[in-house]
């Protein structure tokens, strides 16, 4: 994975039934994590069998397989992205497509180890970064995420900061746990320059809380902000599912993703790869195909193309999520940390 190796001929660009362009991939290199968060895994996690995970060069080679078919910009996630050892490696062979193949390389992270991680991150290409932060408070951070980690997370961010990365919080909105200090982290996140996008919690694999005791539609969370702020629309968009705000008094940038009570599909150009290789078309549905198989076996080419006209044959019009009753079961089975968001 050392020096840039020009991709293959171009194969053919992926374009799915509702003639959506797939140009953005989210490439999970491990579905471990070093939290817990509460609303997205069980303390006693199963994880996915080491043997079926991908190798860093496989990742690769799947990465450049998407590229070779028109993705332009790729997030690494997980579980944990930066827990996976030697993945800065990754980040590297990668980095080397960025102003070639790639508009932009860019993660999403917990922060937990981001301040060993800051530096290679921006000398390997990455200039943005999406971190997580659900709340300021320490003794709420233990419980939430069930490790006593915020001070790593804020120097984290620090670290970022320093190394010229932009950084971008996402903050899941949870009834109850905190919703009282929203404004607050909005506050935050303007005065320290970043940007942060407010997220609706989504029914996906069983945790130990029923999700609907602390499911919180944004529209009240907005109405909140706006009793203190103006909040000016901004037809900006990510090419994804979020709707921007500017915050008038602090000057800075507010999302809002509302995977239950908004649908954001018409647009869509994204699909996830899983660290076992399986690629999923719709965060909210079922579908998946097999591309560890298409990695691993002979004639490669021939095996991805099918793989993606499949993959492209079977990607679903829009997400089908919704927030069970009281003790309802998860409409998807499936863990937020083996898709990574
Ligand atoms: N570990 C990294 C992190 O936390 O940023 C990357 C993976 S994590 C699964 C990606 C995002 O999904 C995080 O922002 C997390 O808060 C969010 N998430 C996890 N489970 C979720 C759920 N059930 N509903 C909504 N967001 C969820
Ligand atoms: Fe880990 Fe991210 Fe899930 Fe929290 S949200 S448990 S940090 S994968």
């Known amino acids: 994975m050392n020096l840039y190796q020009p991709l293959e001929p171009a194969a053919a660009p992926l374009i799915d039934r509702f003639a959506?362009?797939?140009?953005?991939?989210?490439?999970?290199?491990?579905?471990?994590?070093?939290?817990?968060?509460?609303?997205?895994?069980?303390?006693?996690?199963?994880?996915?069998?080491?043997?079926e995970v991908l190798t860093l060069e496989e990742l690769y080679l799947a990465a450049r397989a998407f590229m070779?078919?028109?993705?332009?910009?790729?997030?690494?996630?997980?579980?944990?992205?930066?827990?996976?050892?030697?993945?800065?490696?990754?980040?590297?062979?990668?980095?080397r497509h960025v102003g070639h193949d790639l508009d932009e390389l860019t993660l999403t992270t917990n922060a937990t180890r981001l301040a060993e991680f800051a530096d290679d991150l921006a000398a390997a290409g990455v200039r943005r970064i999406n971190v997580s932060l659900d709340t300021l408070d320490r003794a709420r951070f233990a419980t939430?995420?069930?490790?006593?980690?915020?001070?790593?997370?804020?120097?984290?961010?620090?670290?970022?900061?320093?190394?010229?990365?932009?950084?971008?919080?996402?903050t899941v909105a949870l009834k109850g746990v905190n919703e009282d200090e929203i404004p607050d982290l909005v506050a935050w996140a303007h005065g320290q320059g970043h940007a942060i996008t407010l997220i609706e919690v989504m029914p996906l694999g069983d945790v130990e809380a029923d999700r609907f005791d602390h499911y919180?539609?944004?529209?009240?969370?907005r109405r909140?902000?706006?009793?203190?702020w103006t909040l000016v629309p901004n037809a900006a968009r990510s090419g994804g599912p979020a709707r921007y705000v500017d915050v008038a008094e602090t000057g800075g940038r507010l999302g809002?993703?509302?995977?239950?009570?908004?649908?954001?599909?018409a647009g869509c150009n994204r699909v996830r790869l899983t660290a076992t290789g399986q690629l999923f078309m719709c965060l909210g549905g079922e579908g998946q195909?097999?591309?560890?198989?298409?990695?691993?076996?002979?004639?490669?080419?021939?095996?991805?193309?099918?793989?993606?006209?499949?993959?492209?044959?079977?990607?679903?019009?829009?997400?089908?999520?919704a927030i069970a009753g009281p003790g309802g079961k998860p409409r998807l089975a499936r863990h937020m940390s083996v898709t990574g968001g």
């Open 224 to 228: 909140t902000l706006e009793q203190r």
């Open 20 to 51: 959506r362009s797939i140009t953005y991939l989210r490439l999970s290199v491990t579905d471990r994590c070093d939290l817990r968060c509460s609303y997205c895994m069980p303390e006693r996690m199963t994880f996915l069998p080491r043997a």
């Open 68 to 95: 070779a078919r028109g993705v332009r910009k790729i997030r690494l996630t997980g579980g944990e992205p930066l827990v996976r050892r030697d993945m800065i490696d990754l980040v590297r062979a990668l980095g």
């Open 144 to 170: 939430l995420a069930r490790r006593d980690m915020l001070d790593d997370v804020l120097a984290g961010i620090a670290a970022a900061r320093a190394a010229g990365l932009a950084v971008k919080l996402n």
């Open 216 to 221: 919180l539609p944004l529209d009240a969370v």
């Open 256 to 265: 809002f993703i509302t995977p239950l009570t908004g649908n954001f599909c």
């Open 289 to 321: 195909v097999d591309l560890r198989a298409a990695l691993r076996g002979d004639n490669r080419e021939a095996a991805l193309d099918a793989a993606f006209a499949r993959a492209m044959g079977e990607k679903q019009e829009r997400h089908d999520f």
